[in-house]
């Protein structure tokens, strides 16, 4: 398994449940192959440019480790929900 990070942007407007639930739904994902080893809620931050007119975002920071299969499906998965502005998977040095 590798080492994971994974930035989850929330569009401002989502109401709490529903981020909660989307980030359940993800964490779910990694959490079926691999280990997630911190989540890191950064909260509303201001965007360096806008996003579909948007200026801010609520940010979520997941550290975790996986196979690569379950990263493919965790990004698949992040694309498509509404709550997810975007999301971008790195993986850490050994």
């Known amino acids: ?25 993800l964490k ?7 280990t ?14 806008e996003i579909e007119y948007k200026n801010e975002a609520y940010y979520v920071l997941i550290t975790f480790e996986a196979k690569p299969a379950a990263v493919k499906e965790f990004d698949r998965v992040a694309k498509i929900m509404e709550p997810v502005m975007r999301s971008m998977i790195v993986r850490l040095d050994k």
């Open 36 to 49: 997630i080893s911190n989540i890191d809620e950064w909260g509303m931050r201001k965007l360096a440019y």
């Open 28 to 34: 779910g994902i990694i959490e079926k192959e691999g």
């Open 1 to 25: 398994m590798n080492k994971y990070e994974v930035v989850v942007m929330f569009y401002p407007e989502v109401e709490e449940e529903a981020r909660n639930s989307a980030l359940e739904r």
